[in-house]
């Protein structure tokens, strides 16, 4: 080490790793939708049986009368 060079400063194993706001913002709406996905790709065949089996049984829901005002 020269006298001109600075000596190493060794604080923290990990100095300043916290991601910035708008990598944090994108991670979290990338997570979001994939949850949403899953969701999706969970309770869709759920309720898609559901409505053949009522259809099946003669419980159309798209036959159903809706008694209004």
Do not use: C
């Amino acid at each position: 080490m020269s006298r001109f060079e600075n000596p190493a400063q060794f604080d923290t194993a990990y100095p300043n790793v916290a991601p910035d706001r708008r990598t944090l913002k994108t991670v979290l709406l990338l997570a979001a939708l994939l949850a949403y996905a899953a969701g999706f790709v969970i309770l869709y065949p759920i309720v898609a049986r559901s409505v053949a089996e009522s259809v099946s049984e003669g419980n159309d829901p798209a036959l159903l009368q809706f008694v209004g005002p």
